[in-house]
């Protein structure tokens, strides 16, 4: 089972920036689906930006596209989520699991447990 932990998360300014990483271990990642999600206080877990591995297809939520990329190195087993232009809507723990489809990756069935994820604090 692939097993994956999420750093990167800190405190910044309303239009700063932070880069997020997943590394995955366990097994080297080819045909999965992985993609990041958050989870603001108060609110449901939802769904930011998934990649295709093996295509690098992307897609991401609407509310940040544009401000956020997501991106993966092969040899590193790792994914990233650069952020930009960051708001104070942003801020949640935000975590990475991986699925075989987009679709499943939307709606959180995945394979993988939650971990603790990383805080992301964007103050105004």
């Known amino acids: 089972q692939l097993q994956l932990v999420e750093s990167g998360g800190g405190l910044v300014q309303a239009g700063g920036s932070l880069t997020l990483s997943c590394v995955a271990s366990g097994r080297t990642v080819r045909t999965d689906v992985l993609g990041w999600f958050r989870q603001a206080p108060g609110k449901e877990r939802e769904f930011v930006a998934g990649?295709?591995?093996?295509?690098?297809?992307?897609i991401y939520t609407d509310s940040i596209k544009g401000r956020f990329t997501i991106s993966k190195d092969n040899a590193k087993n790792t994914m990233y989520l650069q952020m930009n232009s960051l708001l104070p809507e942003d801020t949640a723990v935000y975590h990475c699991?991986?699925?075989?489809?987009?679709?499943?990756?939307?709606?959180?069935?995945?394979?993988?447990?939650w971990g603790q994820g990383t805080q992301v604090t964007v103050s105004s």
């Open positions: 699991n991986v699925g075989n489809t987009i679709a499943n990756l939307r709606g959180q069935r995945v394979f993988s447990s």
């Open positions: 990649i295709v591995w093996g295509s690098g297809a992307t």
